[in-house]
C-alpha cells in the first residue's frame, strides 16, 4: 500500500494533511482516551498510518505453520486462539474455525464463503436487497426509485432522484441562482447517490433513534440463501469445544447446545462501507435472544475488526477481516463486547473480484467491481426472537 512508502505521493498528502490539522492540538489531548478509542485513533490514523504488525490473521502463514489438532491452542501476535473442529469444508481446503478464548464465544471462519459465492452475495446486496421494501440510511432523505438504486445507477435514462427535504422550496425554485443551486443539491444522480448508501435493513425493521427494534411495521423477510448460509456457518461449528468449559456467570441455561436447530436469524443489516467510513465501538444490544450468534459476513476490502470488552476500558484486540471471512459473535460475554471498525483496507479487494470471463452470466459485473474497488460490504445477521415465536399473536392476546 502506497501509504506505508515514505517517498510515495500518498504519504507526503496524510503527513502534510496531519500536520495541518494538528498544529494546535494540545499534547495531552490523549491522556482521557479509553483504551479502545486510543486503539480506534491508532487504526483510524491517515498519517502515520497505523501499524499492523498487531493485527490477527488468521489466514496468514504464520498461523498456518502451526501443526493443528482440533482443540489445541497456539497464540498469534500473542493472542490465544483455539482451533476448532468444523465440519466443512470450503473451495479452499478444510474449513477452519478459530475461537478467541478471551473472548468467549467469539468464532472466526477465515474463507468461510467461496469466491462464487462472494459476488452473488455482492449482488444480492446492491441489487436485490438496497431497495424498497427494506430500509435504507437514504430513505430518510430522498425518493428512491422503485427500480431501486442499483437499477437506476446502471439505467443512463434514470431520471434524478429528489430529495425530501425542503419542499417550500419548489414553487420559487426559478427565481434565483442561489435557489437554482439549491435545487440542484435536491436533485442527485442515482450514480452519486450510490456512494451514500451505508446501510440497508435485514428482517425485523431496527429504530436508529431509540435503538429499538419496531415490531409494529412487520417481519421482513431474511433471504433465503443469506439465512442458509448463516446457519451453515452456525452449524459447521462444534459449540462444545467453544463453551463446553465455561463457567461464566449468567450462561447457566447451555442454550448453545441446540443452537444446530434453534439458530433461526430473523433481522440484521447490510453495511456499505466506502474506503474512509468506520463504524464506533458499541454493543448490539437490542435482540431479545441476547445470547444468540450474530453472524458477520465481510465481503470486498478487508477492514481491522476491534472487538474488546464490557466496557471501553478493556483493551481490544484488533483482527483482520478479508473477503469471505464469517465472524460469529455468541455468548454472553461476547454479545456484550465493545466492538467496530476503525478502518478499511485501501487496495485489497480480491482477484477473484475482477471477472474476466463471463462464466457465471454475470452481464453487468464490471459495475459491480467498480463499485467494490473502494468498497467493504459487510452483512450483519441476527436472532431477535426464539425459533417460532411471533411477538404480533402475542400483543393481540
Ligand atoms: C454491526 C457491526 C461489524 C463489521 O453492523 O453492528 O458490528 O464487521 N459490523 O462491519
Ligand atoms: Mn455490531
Not at 134 to 144: K, V
Not at 164 to 188: G, K, T
Amino acid at each position: 500500500m502506497d501509504i506505508y512508502d515514505p517517498s510515495s505521493a500518498a504519504y507526503k498528502k496524510a503527513r502534510r494533511q496531519y500536520l495541518k490539522t494538528t498544529k494546535s492540538r494540545t499534547k495531552d489531548l490523549d491522556a482521557e482516551w479509553t483504551p479502545f478509542r486510543a486503539a480506534e485513533k491508532r487504526y483510524k490514523a491517515r498519517f502515520p498510518p497505523p501499524d499492523l504488525s498487531h493485527v490477527l490473521d488468521l489466514s496468514s502463514a504464520t498461523c498456518d505453520a502451526v501443526t493443528l489438532a482440533s482443540g489445541q491452542s497456539f497464540y498469534c501476535n500473542g493472542v490465544e486462539i483455539k482451533f476448532l473442529d468444523t465440519n466443512e469444508s470450503t473451495s479452499s481446503g478444510v474449513g477452519k474455525a478459530f475461537a478467541v478464548p478471551h473472548v468467549p464465544g467469539l468464532v472466526i471462519l477465515p474463507s468461510f464463503v467461496s469466491p462464487q459465492d462472494q459476488r452473488r452475495l455482492v449482488q444480492w446486496a446492491l441489487r436485490d436487497h438496497a431497495r424498497h421494501p427494506n430500509e435504507t440510511n437514504l430513505d430518510a432523505h430522498y425518493i428512491l426509485p422503485n427500480e431501486g438504486l442499483w437499477n437506476a445507477h446502471l439505467n443512463s435514462d434514470a431520471p434524478l432522484i429528489r430529495t425530501r427535504a425542503y419542499p417550500e422550496f419548489r414553487c420559487c425554485i426559478h427565481r434565483s441562482l442561489r435557489l437554482r443551486r439549491l435545487r440542484l443539491f435536491r436533485q442527485l444522480s442515482p450514480t452519486a447517490l450510490i456512494s451514500r448508501l451505508r446501510w440497508a435493513n435485514i428482517g425485523w425493521s431496527y429504530h436508529w433513534g431509540s435503538k429499538q427494534y419496531d415490531f409494529t411495521k412487520g417481519k421482513g423477510r431474511v433471504d433465503n440463501e443469506i439465512g442458509a448460509i448463516c446457519k451453515r456457518a452456525v452449524s459447521a461449528v462444534n459449540w462444545k469445544e467453544v463453551f463446553g468449559q465455561s463457567d461464566e456467570e449468567g450462561w447457566v441455561d447451555e442454550h448453545w447446545r441446540s443452537w444446530h436447530e434453534t439458530y433461526e436469524p430473523d433481522a440484521g443489516i447490510v453495511n456499505y462501507y466506502q474506503i474512509k467510513d468506520t463504524l464506533m465501538a458499541h454493543v448490539d444490544r437490542s435482540e431479545v435472544c441476547a445470547t444468540s450468534p450474530l453472524v458477520s459476513i465481510s465481503l470486498g476490502n478487508a477492514a481491522i475488526f476491534l472487538i474488546g470488552g464490557l466496557t471501553r476500558d478493556v483493551e481490544p484486540t484488533a483482527i483482520l477481516l478479508r473477503s469471505g471471512d464469517v465472524v460469529i459473535m455468541s455468548g454472553p460475554a461476547c454479545r456484550r463486547a465493545y466492538h467496530g471498525v476503525p478502518r478499511i483496507l485501501e487496495d485489497t479487494l480480491p482477484d477473484h473480484f475482477s471477472l474476466k470471463s463471463d462464466g457465471e452470466g454475470f452481464s453487468s459485473w464490471t459495475s459491480y467491481e467498480l463499485y467494490m474497488r473502494t468498497t467493504r460490504i459487510n452483512i450483519n445477521v441476527r436472532q431477535v426472537f426464539p425459533k417460532g415465536f411471533d411477538p404480533g399473536l402475542q400483543v393481540e392476546n
